[in-house]
């Protein structure tokens, strides 16, 4: 798929953003309230992961119909990351203000999918 300028989807700023949040949710997973909440910690981990890896499988499908519905799909990992970071949030597993950053974020790696989706979607 060429759409988004690039020659892979690793040549996208937002897999790469993508992948800047795995990163930072990973990190958090090891805080200490954070770490012994299993349930909570794999589930931050899968949504976010799952963002980067729709953005590549979409990218990789070669349609852009199939682009689109893995760029859909990694929006609504990016919802279910926000929800999951809000919980953390209000168990203050974490300090405030990096709450705040990784909200910040996983916002930003939203905006940009929708970005990428709208033109996609209006030239179908």
């Not at 890896?53 to 760029?71: D, H, M, P, T, V």
Request: aromatic letters at 6%; one cysteine or more; glycine letters at 8%.
């Amino acid at each position: 798929m060429s759409e988004g300028k690039g020659e892979t989807f690793e040549d996208l700023l937002v897999w790469q953003k993508a992948m800047d949040l795995v990163a930072a949710v990973y990190g958090i997973c090891h805080a200490d309230l954070l770490a012994l909440d299993f349930g909570l910690r794999d589930r931050l981990q899968r949504a976010a992961v799952s963002i980067a890896a729709n953005i590549a499988e979409g990218y990789e499908r070669g349609s852009r119909k199939e682009y689109i519905q893995f760029l859909v799909i990694a929006k609504g990992s990016a919802g279910e990351l926000h929800c999951l970071l809000q919980v953390v949030h209000r168990l203050e597993y974490l300090d405030q203000n990096r709450s705040r950053e990784l909200i910040a974020q996983r916002r930003e790696a939203s905006r940009m999918l929708k970005g990428l989706m709208t033109p996609l979607k209006e030239t179908s």
